[in-house]
């Protein structure tokens, strides 16, 4: 099973909670390395993103592990080392 990309997440964050604060883009090496709260997106928004990697790749993740992991590099890494369960559609 592939890795989520930033573009894959991005996708995911814009379908599920949508677009980032005006002026902010999810794209680009520097978009990893910058805080998830800078792009308007909260905790909230995060586990429902990470509900749906979850279901679609299955992907275990812990919501304290999520928390935890303030900027898409971070969870990104998080998502790479998480079990996989087997995806469900």
Same mark, same amino acid.
């Given at each position: 099973?592939? *890795?989520? &990309?930033?573009?894959?997440?991005?996708?995911?964050?814009?379908?599920?909670?949508?677009?980032?604060?005006?002026?902010?883009?999810?794209?680009?090496?520097?978009?990893? *390395? &910058?805080?998830?709260?800078?792009?308007?997106? *909260?905790?909230?928004?995060?586990?429902?993103? &990470?509900?749906?990697?979850?279901?679609?790749?299955?992907?275990?993740?812990? *919501?304290?592990?999520?928390?935890?992991?303030? &900027?898409?590099?971070?969870?990104?890494?998080?998502?790479?080392?998480?079990?996989?369960?087997?995806?469900?559609?």
């Amino acid at each position: 099973m592939s *890795d989520i &990309t930033l573009a894959e997440l991005s996708a995911l964050l814009l379908e599920c909670v949508g677009a980032p604060e005006e002026g902010m883009s999810l794209d680009g090496e520097e978009a990893l *390395d &910058t805080p998830f709260l800078e792009f308007g997106y *909260d905790s909230l928004a995060l586990l429902q993103v &990470t509900g749906v990697i979850e279901r679609r790749h299955g992907i275990m993740l812990s *919501d304290d592990a999520v928390a935890e992991a303030e &900027t898409p590099r971070l969870l990104l890494n998080l998502i790479k080392e998480a079990p996989r369960a087997g995806a469900v559609r």
